[in-house]
Structure formats: structure tokens, C-alpha cells
């Protein structure tokens, strides 16, 4: 489970990453719909890594962490969003 984590952390960090561009270059309104592809992609990530690695051992854990995470990160920057944008 401590190489799962360290690919949990490595794509929160991306997430994170990529929010933190498309909060600042984007306009507001078309910002949520990148945060849509965000998620989308972090998820198809996990499930990349594991297509790869020829196991599902531990998908569900890693997709319900890596979920999680970037929906908190996400909704962290749409309260900015809504808070301080529109």
C-alpha cells in the first residue's frame, strides 16, 4: 500500500497543479468545466496505471482516495471561484 499512496500523492499534487493553472488562466465560468475534466482525469489515471501494471489489486481503494482528495481540492477552488470571481 506505500507504493499506492505515493501514486495517490503524485496525482493530488498534479490535480492540485493543473487547478491552481486553470483557476488563474481561465476565465470563471468556463473554469468549472475544466474542473469536470480534472476529475475525469485523474480518475482515468488510476485506472491507466492500472491497465499498465496488469492488476486491479487495490483499484477501488486508490479510485475512492484519489476521488476524494480531488474533490476536495476541487471544491476548495470553486468556493474561490464563487467567492472571489464571479
Not at 44 to 52: E, F, K, R
Request: contains cysteine; positive net charge; hydrophobic residues 60%.
Amino acid at each position: 500500500m506505500k507504493r499506492a499512496w505515493s501514486q495517490i500523492i503524485a496525482i493530488w499534487v498534479a490535480v492540485a497543479a493543473t487547478t491552481i493553472v486553470v483557476t488563474a488562466a481561465a476565465p470563471a465560468d468556463s473554469a468549472l468545466a475544466w474542473y469536470g475534466a480534472i476529475l475525469a482525469g485523474s480518475i482515468a489515471t488510476v485506472s491507466m496505471i492500472h491497465l499498465v501494471k496488469a492488476s486491479a489489486t487495490g483499484i477501488v481503494t486508490e479510485l475512492i482516495y484519489v476521488a476524494g482528495g480531488c474533490y476536495v481540492i476541487l471544491s476548495i477552488a470553486s468556493g474561490y471561484l464563487f467567492l472571489f470571481r464571479f
